[in-house]
């Protein structure tokens, strides 16, 4: 149909077959036949099966191939490859935070709950028991030495506190005993 509509000498056919294809196209999907960005999606359909070579007045805007080959720029990643990757990429934007933070009682609770984070993440993923000493001198490198817990006396939380895991219910407590006398079923002919 399109080969046709190219092969009309005159303007005025040539728009008659493409109306006429419009309209085919849009029977295809009738219940999108009457959208207007439907229209314009079957002209835009129209115009690259005839490989934009198709000279008619379209109420659309004609697309240009070029704009339909152009392949999209790469998108960018971001580029981040922590030391510690056990911790995940939050820990260094809880820190950069806990430094932006005034000297009290409330950035030494932050700093703390951040060196418990990091003692569990740790834990999550190495599955071994860890020194205290060992997290508060990953804290102190990835603060670039702002933050140092090593001169404090105390502790972070045990490690069974904090990979306490929740009870897991089974339905074998749920069941009740049934003795042989009640059981009667068990002798019986099934068919």
């Known amino acids: 149909m399109i080969n046709y509509a190219k092969e009309r000498p005159t ?4 728009n008659e077959v493409a109306k006429a294809i419009i309209s085919v196209m849009g029977n295809l999907q009738p219940h999108l036949r009457d959208v207007p960005d439907f229209q314009h999606k079957l002209w ?3 115009f690259i099966m005839a490989d934009f070579d198709l000279d008619v007045n379209s109420p659309y805007p004609k697309p240009l ?3 339909l080959q152009a392949h999209p720029e790469p998108l960018e990643y971001p580029q981040n490859f922590p030391k510690y990757r056990f911790y995940g ?10 430094n932006t933070w005034e000297e009290g009682d409330l950035k030494e ?3 703390y709950t951040i060196a418990n984070h990091m003692k569990k993440c740790f ?10 000493d060992v997290i508060f001198k990953h804290l102190y490198e990835l603060s670039g030495g702002t933050i140092n817990l090593k001169a404090e006396d105390e502790d972070l939380s045990d490690a069974s506190t904090l990979m306490r895991n929740k009870k897991k219910y089974t339905a074998t ?3 009740k005993v049934h003795s042989k006398k009640s059981n ?4 019986r002919k099934r068919y």
């Open 11 to 14: 303007k005025e056919e040539r």
């Open 65 to 67: 191939k070029e704009e």
């Open 173 to 175: 407590s749920n069941k």
């Open 123 to 132: 834990l999550n993923w190495n599955k071994d028991t860890v020194e205290d």
């Open 89 to 98: 990429n939050n820990i260094k934007t809880m820190i950069d935070v806990a």
């Open 109 to 111: 609770a932050l700093i």
């Open 44 to 46: 835009d359909q129209l």
């Open 184 to 187: 009667t079923n068990r002798n």
